[in-house]
């Protein structure tokens, strides 16, 4: 949906390592976001972008940070892994934040062991 | 509090039977939007339907509408005739335009699975 593509899909990693996703799209959409999805706690902002170098915070962004520096994509980065951060991760677009939806990515499951 | 409140963790309804989704929001903004998303076993996010806080008349897109009561700040989601392949889990999120550190952003609720019964 809206040409997104997320990598890698699967991804196992060990407590404490570096971990980077991948987002990209090809609709030229203005805002990005990222998602995880819990059982039990449904889907939880982590980070957003409104514009090339412009990010900001979301409800859940404690070990996580992102860069945006192209339009088309959008990087989160999981400085030291924990086992706290298994998760399955969505990334989304949207054209505007007024009434458009999000358009999001097939998912990123990542175990942290 | 929570934003989004959805009520059934789990339901079934028989197939070609109508079924209800609930879902409650709670914002003191005037402008907000409500959204509804589909995700079946196989993961992905699908957007079924929004509402609008100031539209007129409840939304609807085929077999999905969204029974929205202002008052009441609830949007349930109705889906007509169900098919076996509604089962899946569904999603209610609100976007606030004006208030909050949430402004503009999808707040989502925890989900109601739904299993259709052939």
């Known amino acids: 949906d809206a040409g997104i593509t997320q990598s890698p899909r699967h991804k196992v990693t060990e407590t404490g390592t570096p971990v980077t996703l991948r987002c990209h799209q090809t609709?030229?959409?203005?805002?990005m976001y990222w998602y995880r999805q819990d059982p039990g706690h449904g889907l939880r902002l982590i980070h957003y972008s409104y514009g090339v170098k412009d990010t900001d915070k979301g409800e859940v962004s404690d070990g996580y940070s992102v860069s945006r520096s192209k339009t088309e994509d959008f990087l989160l980065t999981l400085e030291s892994a924990t086992s706290s951060q298994t998760s399955v991760y969505f990334c989304a677009t949207a054209v505007d934040r007024v009434n458009s939806p999000l358009h999001f990515g097939n998912g990123t499951r990542l175990t942290v062991t | 509090a929570q934003k989004i409140t959805q009520t059934q963790p789990g339901m079934f309804v028989q197939e070609k039977e109508a079924v209800t989704l609930d879902c409650t929001y709670d914002t003191s903004d005037p402008s907000y939007g409500l959204f509804w998303y589909k995700q079946p076993s196989s993961g992905e996010m699908i957007f079924l339907i929004y509402q609008g806080s100031y539209d007129q008349q409840n939304a609807t897109e085929g077999r999905y509408s969204l029974n929205f009561q202002k008052a009441r700040k609830s949007a349930n989601l109705v889906i007509s005739a169900s098919q076996l392949g509604d089962s899946a889990m569904y999603f209610c999120a609100m976007r606030e335009m004006n208030y909050g550190g949430s402004q503009g952003n999808l707040i989502f609720g925890k989900g109601t699975k739904l299993s259709v019964k052939p």
């Open positions: 609709e030229n959409h203005r805002y």
